[in-house]
């Protein structure tokens, strides 16, 4: 919704508060947008301002956060409103509604002084200590601060300002004890962690400073190469150090890795892998996680520019499934999820009591046993994501069809059906909503892996399905070129799900999905 009002033209910022009129001269905020915003709120923040009670100040932030929802095409009465309901929320002690109007105001104008750290310190602490001791308020007030310290501690932390996130995270666990607060432990592993990096940070400059004096000192260019890679994750910055270890082949490992994945052949690729994979094998926690993922990484590289199906792919695909099996254990006694991890749907969403319709299904040792059905598998479909299936059809029926593939785009909905002859790669009786795919040969009773990956956003769709890792289908389109509900006769009020039609006697031995950026 565009707000336009022509009569106001004529106001200048004299109805926004001092916040506000200070720093919207840091945003693209036209006249325009300042007259909207003064006619909009101007007698009402004049009216909070000369009240003592908060809690006009707060009914006023919630009333402006609704507006601002509605307003995504007037950028500058947005950030307007952004900025002044974060005093107003903290004058109200209200710190959940002023750190969202923080994250927001910040999502789209990063580093505007009003969601500075500083400022927002200076709010919250105020929200804090207006808050009786003996009130009720107290906990949950608390409780919001903690929040937004450890959101800071986490910016801080990102910035490598460990110092700042150290002493952040010390208010953080004062404020904890204060109100006997749950997050006492969990700030105490952030603090000791920050601890770690700070040391570490210090480690760092020391074997800098000694190599670059000494570019002979091997011992130290070792160490500090080492250190780089393992627990900073960053080759880039270790080949600058790692000629003065005088080891050839570390020398052209990190060489390879500081190029980055687009530069890398197969066999760079697959080498790389294996090193990031050993380096693994001697670090713990979130060092050994960083490491394991770099290995994938390099291996589905390898896979991205190795097309054969020999001894050599078979070899880094055991590798691979080795280091992803580590690396699911390792994030699991972590307690920690990755974006773009795999999510075993029928081990963790699949019921077959509420999941399984019609025919016989079982799921025994993590398999789905099936005769003829429809199985459906909750997912987020938010944006992009991958669905992958693998599966062995044990008997032959009487269709060529012997599975078919409902998957959501957005709000939306294609069919995909899986064939075992034919020539052509794309056909459908509607364009756009049903395709399918062809197998090349009839493999009945072998294992087949469908990979479904769907690139979505507001308006089209990129859809891509792999069969044992070779592209067979192509789609791209309108996202309103696709079926929706009323097409396809689903309800309503069903969460997202992969919809699998299964028409002859099948096993589903995995079925998995992962959410894309």
């Known amino acids: 919704m565009k707000l336009s009002l022509p009569c106001l033209l004529a106001l200048t910022l004299v109805g926004l508060s001092p916040a506000a009129a200070a720093q919207v001269t840091n945003t693209p905020v036209s006249d325009e947008d300042k007259a909207v915003f003064n006619e909009l709120y101007r007698e009402k923040l004049s009216t909070v301002n000369r009240t003592r009670s908060t809690a006009d100040d707060l009914a006023l932030a ?5 507006l601002a929802k509605d307003v995504p095409d007037d950028p500058g009465v947005q950030c307007l409103i952004y900025i002044e309901v974060i005093p107003l929320a903290a ?24 969601a500075s750290i500083e400022n927002q310190l200076d709010l919250a602490s105020r929200a804090f200590r207006a808050v009786p001791r003996n009130s009720s308020q107290r906990g949950p007030v608390g409780e919001a601060y903690i929040d937004l310290l450890m959101g800071m501690v986490q910016q801080c ?9 150290i002493d952040i995270g010390r208010l953080a666990n004062t404020i904890a004890r204060s109100i006997d607060s749950d997050q006492r432990e969990r700030i105490g592993l952030v603090l000791e962690q920050l601890g770690t990096e700070n040391a570490l940070a210090d480690r760092i400059q020391m074997l800098t400073l000694s190599v670059e004096k000494n570019p002979q000192n091997k011992p130290a260019a070792r160490e500090l190469v080492d250190v780089l890679l393992k627990k900073r994750n960053d080759p880039a910055a270790a080949s600058a150090y790692v000629q003065s270890t005088g080891d050839e082949e570390l020398i052209e490992l990190v060489q390879f890795a500081a190029k980055g994945l687009d530069q890398a052949s197969a066999p760079h690729a697959m080498r790389v ?39 050599l792919a078979k070899r880094v695909e055991m590798l ?14 972590l307690g920690i999820h990755r ?65 078919s593939f409902l998957l959501p785009v957005n709000e939306r909905f294609i069919k995909i059906r899986y064939n075992y002859t034919g020539a052509a790669v794309l056909q459908g009786d509607q364009d756009g909503m049903r395709h399918d795919v062809e197998e090349r040969g009839n493999d009945l009773g072998k294992t087949k892996r469908l990979l479904f990956r769907v690139v979505s956003d507001a308006d089209g769709a990129k ?10 289908m192509a789609w791209e389109g309108k996202i309103d070129g696709l079926g929706g509900r009323e097409t396809f006769e689903l309800p309503e009020e ?9 028409r002859n006697p099948t096993i589903i031995k995995t079925a998995r999905h992962r959410q894309q950026k």
């Open 62 to 66: 919630k009333e402006m956060m609704a």
């Open 91 to 114: 004058s109200g002690s209200d710190i959940q509604t002023m750190g969202r109007a923080v994250e927001l105001l910040d999502q789209r104008w990063p580093g505007h002084e009003a």
């Open 157 to 165: 932390s990102d910035k490598n300002n460990l110092q700042q996130a």
């Open 273 to 311: 892998g294996d090193w990031y994979r050993v380096l693994a094998e001697d670090e713990e926690g979130l060092y050994a996680e960083q490491l394991l993922s770099n290995a994938r990484a390099w291996y589905a590289r390898f896979f991205s520019e190795y097309t054969r199906q020999d001894a």
């Open 320 to 333: 691979d499934l080795v280091s992803e099996i580590q690396l699911t254990k390792l994030r699991e006694s």
């Open 339 to 403: 974006e773009g991890d795999w999510t075993d749907l029928i081990k963790n969403q699949f019921n077959p009591e509420l999941h399984a319709k019609r025919g016989e299904v079982r799921v025994v040792e993590n398999e789905i046993q099936c005769t003829p059905c429809g199985l459906h598998f909750p997912i987020n479909a938010e944006g992009s994501y991958e669905f992958e299936v693998a599966f062995i059809v044990m008997e032959h029926g009487d269709t060529e069809e012997p599975m």
């Open 463 to 472: 859809i891509a399905v792999m069969l044992n890792g070779e592209e067979v």
């Open 494 to 502: 069903e969460e997202d799900l992969v919809r699998v039609s299964v």
